[in-house]
């Protein structure tokens, strides 16, 4: 683990949390700095004997000498054997997709994060893919759409953006596998903090780093996370991930990288308070007079509530849905009157924000309209329930 601008000093195996905290203790040899520089070099200068000093030549090609670290960090939190960090989530999302053959058969959620469902309608079937798209939270609507024909790959994001539906990780893991096809899992939402899918049978993983990795909104990144203990198959088409990133370049720059890695240092505690304060949100908005609905798997009465109770350990996640009641404009209204939570899409960071996901999304829209996504930040949770109580009221004034 050692090249002459980064290594760690490191001779035990530690756990994730200490991993996370001291980005696997990684620093600078040379002045000792914690955590170690950013090298900004695109090209890398060989020795008298052509050589690469590091190991690296291009930053396309290897990315520069803090990527192997950060790489290594993530690897490290999902129990993988290796990651490739990309330009965003959906680079990483969309490369899964791009190295298959053409004419191979996958079957992804109905819902899930409404990037990757349009990249695969507009592109997928374009580029030879036969895409099946099934209620995932339907064990045997998932088996029927495995079975029917030879798949090549099963996606699987739990909670899934943006209704929050729970998929039963480790029961796809088993129908995937026994068709032979890979299973992928999208663990953006509840991070490896409270959802370790290798554990649940999964083979690879990826993330939007951009959400609670990262945790500050100031960066776009997105990672793959290879399985432990990978087949010969498995390595070939890790191998292929590799080389797509190399040759098509969705690779952040060393800024991005490294903001990624600092925010990686402090996931933990984020995860936890965050986790805890949505769970007060949702129960307090639940059974609330202005608010028909909650969608949050931490509540009993969730749907998804048993099964992520199985496969999360220390929480739910920060991300809740609230249906307002009454005309649905009223939500868009809430979403207007709020003066804490920030109008704005994405989710992950410290910051709380809301959205109206169906004037976000557009026309194409499957999310329901009385419908406002939050992403809980790190406030004080009786300033963010006050927030609210406060915009719900002026949007119920506002419209009838
Ligand atoms: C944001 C997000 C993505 C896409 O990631 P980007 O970094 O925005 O490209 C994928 N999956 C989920 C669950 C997300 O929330």
């Known amino acids: 683990m050692t090249n002459r601008d ?24 040379t002045t000792g700095a914690v955590p170690p520089p950013v090298s900004l070099g695109a090209t890398f200068a060989r020795d008298d004997q052509y050589r690469s000093p590091a190991g690296i030549a291009y930053l396309r090609d290897q990315g520069s000498p803090g990527y192997e670290q950060l790489e290594g960090v993530v690897a490290g939190l ?13 680079a990483a999302a969309t490369a899964v997709f791009q190295v298959l053959p053409a004419g191979a058969r996958v079957v992804v959620p109905e819902t899930m994060y409404f990037g990757l469902t349009k990249w695969l309608l507009e592109f997928g079937g374009e580029r030879g893919l036969e895409v099946v798209r099934v209620p995932m939270d ?10 029917a024909a030879p798949t090549a790959l099963v996606w699987a994001e739990s909670p899934a953006n943006p209704t929050w539906l729970v998929t ?5 893991a088993e129908v995937a596998h026994r068709a032979g096809a890979l299973f992928a899992v999208d663990n953006t939402v509840p991070t490896p903090v409270h959802t370790r899918p290798f554990e649940l049978g999964a083979d690879l993983v990826m993330h939007s780093g951009t959400k609670y990795l990262n945790g500050h909104n100031d960066v776009v990144a997105g990672l793959l996370v290879a399985r432990p203990e990978p087949s010969e198959r498995h390595q070939e088409f890790w ?33 936890r308070q965050i986790s805890a304060t949505a769970l007060t949100l949702a129960e307090h908005f639940q059974g609330h007079p202005l608010i028909s609905k909650v969608a ?7 749907p998804g509530h048993e099964i992520a109770s199985r496969q999360m350990t220390g929480g739910y996640s920060g991300m809740l849905s609230l249906h307002v009641a009454g005309d649905w404009q009223r939500s868009l ?18 910051e709380s924000l809301i959205e109206h996901r169906y004037t976000f999304e557009g026309p194409d829209s499957t999310s329901p309209k009385d419908m406002l996504r939050l992403s809980i930040g790190l406030e004080d ?9 406060e915009a719900l009221e002026r949007a119920a004034k506002d419209v009838p």
Request: aromatic share 8%.
């Open 78 to 90: 999902e129990g993988g054997s290796d990651a490739l960090v990309f330009s965003s989530g959906l």
């Open 333 to 350: 209204r809430a979403a207007e009157h709020c003066e804490l939570f920030i109008r704005a899409t994405s989710l992950g960071g410290v």
């Open 239 to 271: 191998e292929r991930l590799r080389l797509h990133r190399r040759l098509t370049g969705p690779i952040p720059g060393p800024w991005e990288a490294y903001l990624l890695l600092r925010g990686i240092r402090t996931l933990f505690p984020r995860m």
């Open 6 to 29: 980064t290594y760690s000093p490191w001779t035990r195996e530690y756990r994730t949390e200490t991993r996370a905290a001291q980005g696997d203790g990684w620093r600078c040899p």
């Open 138 to 147: 339907d064990l045997d609507a998932v088996a029927g759409a495995v079975g």
């Open 168 to 172: 039963d990780l480790a029961a796809c």
């Open 296 to 302: 949050y798997p931490g509540l009993p009465g969730d």
């Open 381 to 389: 949770p009786a300033d963010l329930v006050a927030d609210l109580e």
